[in-house]
């Protein structure tokens, strides 16, 4: 089956306190961006890329996809007002029944493996999204305070999230509405169930100066085999 990853690289670098896009910072020498984008080519060898760029840094874009393993799967479009809309953007360019993936392009330490997990389960259910265990204690506002909620029903969602074609793209016609905070819950207001599958908790989303700290160690430890 043909195979799509949209990947979605629009953040800034405010919460990074950087003049640099999150996702052009380096670690080991490399921008966060390639480490993602060779995933991708590393899973599978006739999966194709659409990364989506904002404008202004579409240069960029080209330069970092250049030095990937197979620049010829890659290629780019613009991004839109949210991440929505960039997402939309991406999935103008799929024309085949195929599975999709979309991916956060600062979720730099994926591993092939977890996008072949993906794509399975999609096949198999219609979409897989990853996701973790919480660890940690949960609490929600409430109009009476903060009440404890049990953590073992609580799931962190990640990407890549993986669907059939014509799902996503039937679900991306939808206008956008505020609830839309990644692409299983635009999916989902269509009726659609969601399925879940286990996923990494080296999956983390750069974000902070300490996540930077964090992928480092994790990418050196995987290049000892560790």
């Not at 006739?46 to 010829?72: A, F, M, N």
């Not at 793209?169 to 609830?179: C, G, L, Y």
């Not at 399925?195 to 700290?213: A, F, Q, V």
Request: include cysteine; charged fraction near 25%.
């Amino acid at each position: 089956m043909e195979k799509y990853a949209v990947v979605v690289a629009g953040g800034s670098g405010l919460r990074m306190g950087t003049p640099v896009p999150k996702q052009f910072l380096e670690i080991r020498e490399r921008p966060v961006l390639w480490y993602t984008l060779n995933a991708f080519l590393d899973a599978f060898s006739d999966l194709q890329i659409i990364l989506v760029l904002p404008e202004q840094h579409l240069e960029t874009g080209k330069r970092i996809l250049r030095s990937t393993y197979d620049p010829d799967r890659i290629w780019m479009t613009v991004g839109g007002e949210t991440r929505f809309h960039s997402v939309r953007n991406g999935l103008q360019h799929i024309h085949k029944h195929s599975i999709v993936f979309v991916h956060d392009g600062v979720r730099c330490l994926l591993t092939p493996d977890l996008v072949r997990r993906c794509y399975a389960a999609a096949v198999d259910k219609g979409n897989a999204i990853p996701a973790i265990a919480a660890v940690d204690t949960i609490r929600i506002d409430t109009i009476n305070g903060s009440e404890q909620i049990d953590r073992n029903k609580v799931k962190i969602i990640q990407t890549p999230q993986a669907f059939f074609s014509e799902l996503i793209k039937s679900a991306f016609e939808q206008d956008f509405h505020e609830s839309f905070t990644d692409e299983a819950s635009v999916v989902e207001r269509l009726g659609v169930k969601i399925h879940l599958i286990e996923g990494e908790s080296s999956n983390i989303k750069i974000t902070r100066p300490l996540d930077l700290l964090i992928a480092e160690k994790v990418l050196e430890e995987r290049e000892m085999g560790l």
